[in-house]
Every structure is written in C-alpha cells, then in structure tokens.
C-alpha cells in the first residue's frame, strides 16, 4: 500500500478538483490509496448529502466513483510505466465516460469503502471498474473510462 | 412550460435530495422545468465546483444529470397519467442507473442548459437522455434509467 493517496502527487496548480483536489478548500478531498492492484478509497458521507431521509445522494457517490476511478487508473499508470508518481513525466487522466449502477439505495450515516479494479489499459485509455461498499455490501457499481492526456492544464 | 419547477411539487418530507430537495439548505437546488416535451434545467456552477482550472467537475455535472433527469421522468409520467404533479397519489422515482459521457471540458463562468427527453417509459421505469449544454456546445450527454417507486421514504 502506498503511504500517501495519489492524490497528494497531483502538481500543485491542477490539484484544485472539486472532488479530490487538496487545493480545493469547498471540495471533497477524496482519496484513493493503491496497493499495487486495488486502488482503494473510504470516505463518510456529511449529513447534508442527502438522497432522501436515512439514504446517501447517487450523485455524491457518482462523484466518488469517478475522482477514485481517475486516482487508480493514474496510480496503474505509473505502476505499469515502472516509474514512482513523483517522478517525471506527469502522468494525468480525464474522464472520458462515469456508467453507475444503482444496486440498493446507499445508508446514510457509515463510511463508504470503494475499491477499484483496472480492468483494461493501453497508452491511450484505462477502464476501471469499481464496487461501493457500505457496511460491508455493495450499494453501486461503477465503469469509468480514463483517458490520459499530456496535461489537465487545457485551454479553451 | 409549468410555471413552477417539478421538484417544487415533491413531498416536504423528501424534499431534502443534496441534488434537487428544496428542504436541504445546503443542496444544489437544481430545478427541472417541464413543457410537455421537454424537461430544460439551468445551473450555473459555483466557482468551487472545479475540475481542473477554467472547467467544470465532472461529478457535479453528473449530479445535475441525475436530479434533472429524475424531474424529467417525473413530469413525464404526470402528464401520461393525465394529471397534474399536485393530485395524489404521488409519482416518484429513484436512479436505477446513470450513465454519462464527457465530450469536451465543460467550461466553467457560464450557465449550463440541461435539455431532457424521455425516450421510454412503462409503468416500472423510464430512460431519460440528456444534452448538457455551454455557450450553446454541448459538452457532455447522459442517459438514466428512473425506476418508480411507491415514495421516497424507505426504510434499511
């Protein structure tokens, strides 16, 4: 297991996600730890991501899927090119597609376990398939293409 | 188009979604309105909900995807009763699956149209396909599957 989620390699200026950048101080701060084969995230939801009373908000857990499934497949990358992800050069992911299946609404209130899988990957692309747990059953499935690209650092 | 928007009309109790719940103080408040066609939502991103400089979060545009999609859903299978979102019994869904994909970055400083058509629907379910418009571009699309459900208020 890595010590530090990747997210915490992501350079200083693109680290402003929303979902899981640690500049972003209104974001989510999500994290995803790889192992070297699973990347693995866990996060507690706040009381106000509400679905409906006592159910957590598809649309968080949306977003957890797709900023964990961006993390592993980076994490992947770096694994596969055999470099450590605080060497150059940067290796960056943007979501290309997010597929999530609702399985059983989501309980409010314990801390949600993700655990990702990098089921296909070339230069170009990564598939990462991933499980959301809560209270050790799984809630939602995700399927998230990421697609590499030379920069986040993009114009208009 | 109804005057008011759709989620105007859910359940005080269950009106508490992050997404769309007009009862959730800290939510997005995304507004679906129907015109018998069509279900058109406006968001403007708050300048938090980052993806990387200069574009919009991904997982949040999921979000507004979601939430409106519901709305679509909803209004659609009202006006398929042949009655207005006011009368009982209520009609209401939950996420069966969300499915979206990225085209371009979705620039962020700009209002975001959301345009949704209800492509199928019985009495379980409905698939909802979406435009998500910027400047008149569409940056990325979606389609949901909404299952009915008898009420929002489940129990674990």
Redesign the interface.
């Known amino acids: 297991m890595q010590k530090r989620p990747i997210q915490d390699y992501y350079p200083d200026?693109?680290a402003?996600?929303?979902?899981c950048?640690r500049n972003?101080?209104?974001?989510l701060h999500i994290q995803t730890h790889w192992d070297g084969e699973e990347g693995v995230c866990r996060f507690t939801p706040k009381p106000?991501?509400?679905?409906?009373?006592?159910?957590v908000?598809?649309?968080?857990v949306?977003?957890l899927i797709?900023?964990h499934s961006m993390g592993t497949a980076i994490a992947a990358a770096y694994q596969a090119a055999g470099r450590d992800p605080d060497t150059e050069p940067e290796i960056t992911c943007?979501?290309?597609?997010?597929?999530?299946?609702?399985l059983r609404?989501t309980?409010a209130g314990v801390e949600l376990v993700l655990r990702s899988r990098v089921t296909r990957m070339d230069e170009k692309k990564a598939t990462v398939v991933t499980s959301v747990y809560a209270d050790g059953v799984e809630c939602v499935s995700g399927e998230v293409v990421a697609v590499r690209v030379p920069s986040?650092?993009?114009?208009?």
């Open positions: 200026e693109t402003v996600c929303y979902g950048g972003n101080p209104d974001g106000h991501h509400t679905a409906f009373p006592g159910f908000y598809g649309g968080l949306a977003s797709d900023c943007v979501t290309g597609s997010l597929n999530v299946r609702y609404p309980p986040r650092m993009m114009r208009r």
